[in-house]
């Protein structure tokens, strides 16, 4: 059948990085563009998930006349599609020979990863596409240049500035000296994957930071207003450090923490290089940060990214298969020391907003400790429903599981990634806005407070609030 030809080339001329999916297809003499648009975006959603289930099942072994796109396309139709449209053609009976094997072997998949649905097999994938899928993010940095002034120096050396990308097909479709300025982060540039900038002057002088987009999302989604108080419990080396100080512009305080000296002393070098002045930094063990202790009195801010098995990491090339897959033995301690510090982290008493980040696609590591958390403060926190556009959520795993935000190459062209936003349940218009913020409360405040979250909590389950975007969303 046409359709499947076609989509098959244009699959492999995606694959082989020779075009964008939109071009390609509007290229091709198919007369049903939108069908063929979806079948090759989905079956490409897919890739790695149908090449396993594919070698798995041994059907190129079995069908040597059968070319690999062609048998991607067909997989895709039969477990993962509609079914076969148009019948299938002379396709269908080959495919049904192999049907009982190919469906054996996913579901072997998604036992082994651990997985009920298939869309969860793209979140908890074994180590996600590599870097080279992934384009080159560039932070500015605004404690020292505009992204105006950054895309004209940019432009100055030759690069060809594109504008503000409307889609990621955009950004997959980045080539040569093109660049973007990111659809969602206005402080993102966005250049093809294989572009260095190492030894650019701008990163060189701090006015660049390299970083990830998906690692900027946990400033972005805190949003502390300048002059608020920030604890940063796991900063080093201090990415997300940097940014949250460009968003305090400086005003304000950061006590950021780490336990690893050596990690610290280059996230000092890093600090001094991008400007950074309202960060107080200290080589502690942040579970041994005392809540109590008058100096964070006015802390309502925490950024939690706290060491984790770093399985979102794009595999580097010729990775062994499964080598950033943790064991379970590291999962556990990974996750028992995360439930610990988010615990911690939420005990601050003046603490308002939180976010907790991950680089890791581990369920244990990432919905199960924010999970854990919730049920050990019932109504007291709650997760704030953030970017709402955001294509890829949380494994749903709990009720409202799916405010949670996750990130990998596939879905969002970033490295794996996840972050969660929990907020306080308690302030409401009524309470006076000093009132609110003061951690000294007199009595009659406190049982004020204690009453209306006696009346908030529903025991046992998280409060998940309406539909509206966080401060810093989309
Ligand atoms: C994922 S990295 C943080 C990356 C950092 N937020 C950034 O964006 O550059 C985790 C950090 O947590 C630190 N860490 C691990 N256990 C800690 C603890 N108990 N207290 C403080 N820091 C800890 C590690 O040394 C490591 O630097």
Same mark, same amino acid.
């Given at each position: 059948?046409?359709?499947?030809? +076609? %989509? %098959?080339?244009?699959?492999?001329?995606?694959?082989?990085?020779?075009?964008?999916?939109?071009?390609?297809?509007?290229?091709?003499?198919?007369?049903?563009?939108?069908?063929?648009?979806?079948?090759?975006?989905?079956?490409?959603?897919?890739?790695?998930?149908?090449?396993?289930?594919?070698?798995?099942?041994?059907?190129?072994? %079995? $069908?040597?006349?059968?070319?690999?796109?062609?048998?991607?396309?067909?997989?895709? =139709?039969?477990?993962?599609?509609?079914?076969?449209?148009?019948?299938?053609?002379?396709?269908?009976?080959?495919?049904?020979?192999?049907?009982?094997?190919?469906?054996?072997?996913?579901?072997?998949?998604?036992?082994?990863?651990?997985?009920?649905?298939?869309?969860?097999?793209?979140?908890?994938?074994?180590?996600?596409?590599?870097?080279?899928?992934?384009?080159?993010?560039?932070?500015?940095?605004?404690?020292?240049?505009?992204?105006?002034?950054?895309?004209?120096?940019?432009?100055?050396?030759?690069?060809?500035?594109?504008?503000?990308?409307?889609?990621?097909?955009?950004?997959?479709?980045?080539?040569?000296?093109?660049?973007?300025?990111?659809?969602?982060?206005?402080?993102?540039?966005?250049? &093809?994957?294989?572009?260095?900038?190492?030894?650019?002057?701008?990163?060189?002088?701090?006015?660049?930071?390299?970083?990830?987009?998906?690692?900027?999302?946990?400033?972005?989604?805190?949003?502390? &207003?300048?002059?608020?108080?920030?604890?940063?419990?796991?900063?080093? &080396?201090?990415?997300? +450090?940097?940014?949250?100080?460009?968003?305090?512009?400086?005003?304000?305080?950061?006590?950021?923490?780490?336990?690893?000296?050596?990690?610290?002393?280059?996230?000092?070098?890093?600090?001094?290089?991008?400007?950074?002045?309202?960060?107080?930094?200290?080589?502690?063990?942040?579970?041994?940060?005392?809540?109590?202790?008058?100096?964070?009195?006015?802390?309502?801010?925490?950024?939690?990214?706290?060491?984790?098995?770093?399985?979102?990491?794009?595999?580097?090339?010729?990775? =062994?298969?499964?080598?950033?897959?943790?064991?379970?033995?590291?999962?556990?301690?990974?996750?028992?020391?995360?439930?610990?510090?988010?615990?911690?982290?939420?005990?601050?008493?003046?603490?308002?907003?939180?976010?907790?980040? !991950?680089?890791?696609?581990?369920?244990? =590591?990432? =919905?199960?400790?924010?999970?854990?958390?919730?049920?050990?403060?019932?109504?007291?926190?709650?997760?704030? &429903?953030?970017?709402?556009?955001?294509?890829?959520?949380?494994?749903?795993?709990?009720?409202?599981?799916?405010?949670?935000?996750?990130?990998?190459?596939?879905? !969002?062209?970033?490295?794996?990634?996840?972050?969660?936003?929990?907020?306080?349940?308690?302030?409401?218009?009524?309470?006076?806005?000093?009132?609110?913020?003061?951690? $000294?409360? +007199? %009595?009659?405040?406190?049982?004020?407070?204690?009453?209306?979250?006696?009346?908030?909590?529903?025991?046992?389950?998280?409060?998940?609030?309406?539909?509206?975007?966080?401060?810093?969303?989309?």
């Amino acid at each position: 059948m046409a359709l499947y030809a +076609t %989509a %098959a080339t244009v699959l492999a001329a995606v694959e082989g990085r020779r075009g964008s999916i939109k071009g390609l297809v509007y290229a091709s003499s198919f007369q049903n563009v939108k069908q063929l648009y979806a079948l090759v975006c989905e079956t490409q959603r897919y890739s790695a998930v149908l090449d396993a289930v594919i070698a798995g099942a041994g059907l190129l072994r %079995a $069908e040597k006349k059968l070319r690999p796109h062609l048998a991607k396309v067909l997989v895709y =139709e039969l477990l993962l599609g509609k079914g076969f449209r148009g019948g299938g053609g002379r396709w269908r009976p080959l495919l049904e020979r192999h049907q009982a094997r190919l469906k054996a072997e996913l579901a072997r998949l998604k036992v082994q990863r651990r997985v009920s649905r298939n869309e969860d097999l793209l979140q908890v994938g074994s180590r996600p596409g590599t870097a080279s899928q992934v384009p080159r993010f560039v932070r500015v940095n605004t404690l020292k240049t505009s992204p105006e002034d950054a895309v004209d120096y940019f432009k100055r050396q030759g690069f060809s500035y594109q504008g503000r990308a409307s889609s990621l097909e955009d950004l997959r479709a980045l080539k040569g000296k093109c660049f973007l300025l990111d659809p969602l982060l206005p402080e993102l540039l966005v250049f &093809p994957a294989q572009t260095d900038l190492h030894d650019h002057p701008l990163y060189r002088a701090g006015h660049l930071i390299l970083q990830d987009k998906a690692s900027c999302l946990p400033a972005m989604l805190l949003a502390p &207003p300048p002059g608020s108080h920030v604890l940063d419990a796991c900063a080093a &080396p201090g990415n997300k +450090t940097s940014h949250l100080a460009a968003l305090l512009r400086n005003q304000g305080k950061i006590f950021a923490f780490d336990r690893d000296a050596a990690r610290l002393a280059s996230m000092a070098t890093l600090l001094a290089r991008a400007g950074v002045s309202c960060c107080e930094l200290a080589e502690e063990d942040f579970l041994a940060v005392s809540p109590s202790d008058r100096r964070y009195r006015h802390v309502q801010y925490i950024l939690l990214d706290p060491s984790c098995s770093g399985s979102g990491m794009p595999a580097r090339p010729l990775e =062994e298969p499964g080598a950033g897959t943790p064991s379970k033995a590291r999962l556990q301690a990974l996750a028992g020391f995360q439930q610990r510090a988010l615990r911690h982290a939420l005990s601050f008493p003046s603490l308002q907003r939180l976010v907790y980040s !991950t680089c890791s696609l581990c369920q244990e =590591e990432n =919905e199960d400790v924010v999970w854990d958390a919730l049920q050990q403060n019932p109504g007291a926190f709650r997760l704030a &429903p953030v970017l709402p556009s955001w294509p890829h959520r949380g494994l749903s795993t709990f009720p409202g599981a799916e405010h949670c935000l996750r990130a990998s190459p596939e879905t !969002t062209l970033t490295g794996g990634f996840f972050v969660a936003v929990l907020e306080r349940v308690e302030v409401s218009s009524s309470v006076p806005e000093a009132e609110a913020a003061a951690p $000294e409360l +007199t %009595a009659g405040a406190a049982r004020r407070r204690k009453k209306r979250r006696r009346r908030a909590s529903a025991p046992g389950t998280p409060q998940v609030r309406g539909a509206e975007p966080a401060p810093g969303g989309s």
